[in-house]
C-alpha cells in the first residue's frame, strides 16, 4: 500500500465513541474512514503512533485495517458542526488539514464486533496473534488496553484486526512508562494456551520486522506528525525489540504472566518456568 497516497474527507457520517472523539467519513476514494485530527484531546502523537503502529503490526504478520492519509477542509468542518470535539468548556474546533483515517474494515456481508463473547474465542482464526500484539504493545509502552475487531464474514470463523495504535511508544504524549498489564486484552482468555514452539515462533516474527520499510513509512509522514516526542518513543522501542536478551526476557515473562492470570499461580505452565521469574521481573522495566 501506497502511505503516500492522500484522500479527502467528502461526507461526515457521524461521530464516534473514543477518548480520540473520532469521526466517521466518507472519503473521496469511496470508502469509509474512522478520522482522527491533529489536535487531538489526548496528545500530540496520536496519529504517528496510529501510522507506525498500524504498520509495526502488518509487519509482524497482524491483520490490521488499510489506512490514509486523509485531508480534511477547513469547510467539512465549518459545514458539520457535529464534528467538533468536546470539551469541559466546551466545543472545540477540529484542526483542518492532513489527518489520519483508518478505514472500516467489514463488508456489507460481514458481520464486525468490538467485542467477543468468550465463548467464542476459540472461533478466532488469529487468536494466537494476541501474543504477538502483547509483546510489541509492552515491550512499545502502550498505555492502552489492546483493542480488536471481530469480523466474520461469508467464510469459516473470525478474524481480529487490530486498532487502536495511538497510545504506543509512550502514549499520546511520549512520556508513559505503564505497568505491563495496562495493554493487556480486557478478558485475559483470548490468549491462548503456551508453549515452547508459540514462544519461539513470536520472537522470530518479532526478530523479522524490517526497520528499514518502517523507516520508510516515517519519512512518507506528513511533517506535521513527526514530533520530536514521537519520534524518540519510536526509537526507544527500537532499541529494545532489537536487543535480542530484553526480547527473549519480555517474551517468557509475559508468556508466564498472561498464563497466571488465566490459570491462576499453580499452572502447569507457571511451575514450569517459575525458576526464571526474578529475573524476567527485573527485565520488565524495559531499560531504555
Known sequence: MKQSKCVTA??????????????????????????????????????????????LFRRSDLLVPEWRVIRVSREFITSN???WMETEHGLQRPKAGLCFGS???NKESDSAFETLAGTSFSRINNRKSFWTARILDVMGDNADNCQAIFLEGAAQGIDAYFIDHGHLFGGAHGTSSPQFRASEYLDARIYTDACQQDIDKVTTT??????????????????????????????????????????GDAVSFLFVMTEQTKKGPQSAFVKMREQIRTQEAVSLRLAA
Open 10 to 55: 467528502l461526507e461526515f457520517v457521524r461521530k464516534l465513541r473514543g477518548g480520540s472523539q473520532p469521526i466517521l467519513v466518507k472519503a473521496s476514494d469511496g470508502f469509509l474512514y474512522v478520522v482522527k485530527f491533529q489536535n487531538s484531546l489526548q496528545g500530540p502523537n496520536i496519529l504517528f503512533n496510529e501510522a507506525v503502529g498500524t504498520e
Open 206 to 247: 518479532i526478530q523479522n520486522i524490517d526497520f528499514k520499510k518502517l523507516d520508510r513509512v516515517i519519512r512518507g509522514l506528513p511533517a506535521c506528525w513527526k514530533k520530536a516526542s514521537a519520534i524518540s518513543g519510536f526509537e526507544r522501542f527500537r532499541r529494545r525489540i532489537t536487543d535480542k536478551k530484553q526480547l
Open 81 to 83: 458542526p457535529d464534528c
Open 103 to 105: 478505514r472500516i474494515v
